[in-house]
T-cell receptor
Framework: AQSVTQLDSHVSVSEGTPVLLRCNYSSSYSPSLFWYVQHPNKGLQLLLKYTSAATLVKGINGFEAEFKKSETSFHLTKPSAHMSDAAEYFCVVGFSGGATNKLIFGTGTLLAVQP | GAVVSQHPSRVICKSGTSVKIECRSLDFQATTMFWYRQFPKQSLMLMATSNEGSKATYEQGVEKDKFLINHASLTLSTLTVTSAHPEDSSFYIC???????????FGDGTRLSIL
């Protein structure tokens, strides 16, 4: 069975400091993994995706994530937080369900960036 | 590229009325569209998957007669909440994908409030 766990519901960092949002997954197969960001009352924007190519995935806005199979983790990082990074972040695992691919969402991590 | 437009962004209506939400892919052909529901401070829950020209596949616990989904063209899917009640108030988000190997692209969501 596929599942995804986001270990922190809230993360607060100061502007200019590193960001780490943690995600662990469970999948019977080689997973597709994604990070999406959601700003208030908005849809989701794809930050990056892992689909069994390079284990270090670079995304938009300076974010990156590393797929670690031994740890079943896909943590999201950014070297230096900006105020505009404040949003909700979802770790997502994709799997094949019949003729379509379905997404399973983590519970989300709310990132606050302090000035 | 890969823009998904969702309309309306917000709707307020009386209990008992039906509400239609549109989801359009603006610059690609969406062979598959997904409808999600998001409760306050919670993650997204998949309601149904629709493939162009065929009936939608509903997730367990979602009433198909309550939430009517039509995917009549490669660029448009609609969700109709029939005889809406206050408990149907929520944030509804659609997503679209052109091929199984591609990620889902999300609309900005519709905030539905039933009085």
């Amino acid at each position: 069975a596929q599942s995804v766990t986001q270990l922190d519901s809230h993360v607060s960092v100061s502007e200019g400091t590193p960001v780490l949002l943690r995600c662990n997954y469970s999948s019977s197969y080689s997973p597709s993994l994604f990070w999406y960001v959601q700003h208030p009352n908005k849809g989701l924007q794809l930050l990056l995706k892992y689909t069994s190519a390079a284990t270090l995935v670079k995304g938009i806005n300076g974010f990156e994530a590393e797929f670690k199979k031994s740890e079943t983790s896909f943590h999201l990082t950014k070297p230096s937080a900006h105020m505009s990074d404040a949003a909700e972040y979802f770790c997502v695992v994709g799997f094949s369900g019949g003729a379509t691919n379905k997404l399973i969402f983590g519970t989300g991590t709310l990132l606050a960036v302090q000035p | 590229g890969a823009v998904v437009s969702q309309h309306p962004s917000r709707v307020i209506c009386k209990s008992g009325t039906s509400v239609k939400i549109e989801c359009r892919s603006l610059d690609f052909q969406a062979t598959t569209m997904f409808w999600y529901r998001q409760f306050p401070k919670q993650s997204l829950m998949l309601m149904a998957t629709s493939n162009e020209g065929s009936k939608a596949t509903y997730e367990q616990g979602v009433e198909k007669d309550k939430f009517l989904i039509n995917h009549a063209s490669l660029t448009l899917s609609t969700l109709t909440v029939t005889s809406a009640h206050p408990e149907d108030s929520s944030f509804y988000i659609c997503s679209a994908r052109d091929r199984v190997t591609q990620p889902q692209h999300f609309g900005d969501g519709t905030r539905l409030s039933i009085l």
